[in-house]
């Protein structure tokens, strides 16, 4: 039962739309220390909504201070409401939002849907695996999890140090400047990591968050895992990649996903 639900609810969006997801502070940049909120959201587009996930596959919730500590906001989740989380933010400088589920979710795609789905999201080993294994014509299975992060900005503080520090996301994107510290029309440099390691030939997708129906750019990493994007002006902004393990044989899927993204904003 649990996989026909699953199965159906994916092939009522598109794959990207069902797989997108982002922290979405009230507020990227508070003028002082206090309070804000933040919302869950997944999809883009027509499909673009709050996120449903249950907050019991949230394993990691957390706040990075400018001074490095981290305060687990587990506490502070309350799905589905006004807001699906309320918290406040002490030190002026960045602070990292980081966010990580568990990989119990499934995914059952026919082929076409499948096929499509590696194409969009940059996903060439498995496309080449499959087309080498003669399963272009085969459903396509996965069990995924997500690791998002977001960067607010607290008063005038210049310690940006947080927010091109990794946190141990399995897969995650780690800014070299901070976005915060650098001026407009300056290039954005990042580094994607798979478990910690520089991760080539990743899709990296830039999308602007108040018109999401397509990301506005994309960068393939290079052999140490970089991608450089021109710094966007005003505006909310997100940077997603995606990538897949093959799972050991004989298991209920045959990949391991990890969705990954970075949220950030001026205003």
């Excluded at 019991?56 to 400018?66: N, S, Y």
């Excluded at 807001?83 to 499934?106: K, P």
């Excluded at 272009?136 to 977001?150: N, Q, V």
């Excluded at 997100?238 to 996903?257: D, F, H, I, K």
Aim: proline share 7%.
């Amino acid at each position: 039962m649990r996989r026909s639900i699953l199965a159906l609810a994916l092939l009522a969006a598109t794959p990207a739309a069902a797989h997108d997801f982002w922290i979405q502070p009230a507020q990227f940049r508070l003028d002082r220390p206090g309070s804000t909120k933040l919302t869950l959201q997944v999809g883009h587009g027509a499909e673009h909504q709050r996120s449903q996930i249950r907050a019991g596959r949230i394993t990691r919730f957390g706040a990075i201070a400018p001074d490095g500590g981290e305060r687990n906001l587990r506490a502070a989740l309350h799905i589905g409401d006004d807001s699906d989380a309320a918290f406040g933010l002490t030190g002026e400088g960045a602070h990292v939002l980081v966010l990580e589920t568990d990989d119990h979710a499934q995914s059952h795609l026919p082929a076409s849907r499948y096929n499509a789905y590696l194409a969009e999201e940059g996903l060439t080993p498995v496309a080449l695996a499959r087309t080498q294994a003669d399963r272009t014509g085969a459903e396509g299975s996965e069990t995924y999890r997500r690791a998002a992060k977001a960067i607010i900005q607290v008063g005038q503080g210049s310690d940006q140090g947080q927010a091109t520090r990794p946190f141990g996301l399995p897969l995650e994107i780690v800014p070299e400047r901070s976005p915060y510290a650098l001026p407009r029309a300056a290039k954005l440099p990042v580094r994607v990591l798979l478990h910690g390691r520089p991760l080539p030939g990743a899709l990296v997708k830039l999308t602007d968050l108040d018109h999401d129906a397509s990301p506005v750019g994309t960068s393939r990493t290079d052999a140490e895992g970089r991608a450089v994007f021109p710094l966007p002006g005003s505006g909310l902004w997100q940077l997603n990649v995606v990538w897949s393990e093959p799972r050991p044989e004989g298991a209920e899927t045959e990949y391991e996903t990890t969705f990954s993204s970075l949220a950030f904003g001026f205003r």
